[in-house]
């Protein structure tokens, strides 16, 4: 698993569109379609139901984005942790 697939995995599941998602993010449909695909292929598991128009998540889905959602924001914290670590010695 890998951030970016779970970035990309987050903004298609809120956005319930892989379209939408895809615009999201400034990439495209072909990429989204293959990160989720790919989750899903790694995890073992169906994170979307996919109809028509409209995305739900499965009750996995529905796991992996509160632990996404969790994961993302502690990269992004320590990140900023690291950048500001980095700071203090110039």
Known sequence: ????????????????????????????????????????EELGVTLLRRGNRVLGLTPAGETLAREAGE????????AAHVRAAGEEKK
């Open 1 to 40: 698993m890998e951030l970016e697939q779970l970035r990309i995995f987050l903004a298609v599941a809120g956005e319930k569109s892989f379209s939408r998602g895809a615009k999201k993010l400034y990439i495209s449909h072909s990429t989204t379609s293959r990160a989720v695909s790919a989750l899903e």
């Open 71 to 78: 994961l993302l924001r502690r990269a992004e914290s320590a």
